[in-house]
């Protein structure tokens, strides 16, 4: 397993930025997929945006355009670069790695985001 910190939360209002640090216990070279999941109030988690072990990425339709994905194997961290937010992007938002194969699937504690309209 690995323990993950997400940071970078906050208040922002609309048309603004964030940028979200996922920060890992140990290094994330092997792990095959992190990504960033959200879950407003009274909403299912849902997924946000996804990058392989090979800079491969996926996102939400609802984020395209908008959020960027990466991660820096030197830091052991993953990032969520917000721009352009929409008060629909208030949220907690959830730091994941992946590694089917054995059986990992980690999350971190979470971040709140909130956009003001």
């Known amino acids: 397993q690995v323990q993950l910190v997400e940071s970078g939360g906050g208040l922002v209002q609309a048309g603004g930025s964030l940028r979200l640090s996922c920060a890992a216990s140990r290094s994330i070279v092997s792990i095959n997929v992190m990504g960033w999941y959200r879950q407003a109030p009274g909403k299912q988690r849902e997924l946000v945006a996804v990058i392989t072990r090979g800079g491969s990425t996926d996102y939400a339709d609802s984020v395209k355009g908008r959020f960027t994905i990466s991660r820096d194997h030197a830091e052991n961290t993953v990032y969520l670069q917000m721009n352009s937010l929409k008060p629909e992007d208030t949220a907690v938002y959830y730091c994941?790695?992946?590694?089917?194969?054995?059986?990992?699937?980690?999350w971190g504690k979470g971040t709140l985001v909130t956009v003001s309209s």
């Open positions: 994941n790695a992946k590694r089917v194969a054995y059986g990992m699937d980690s």
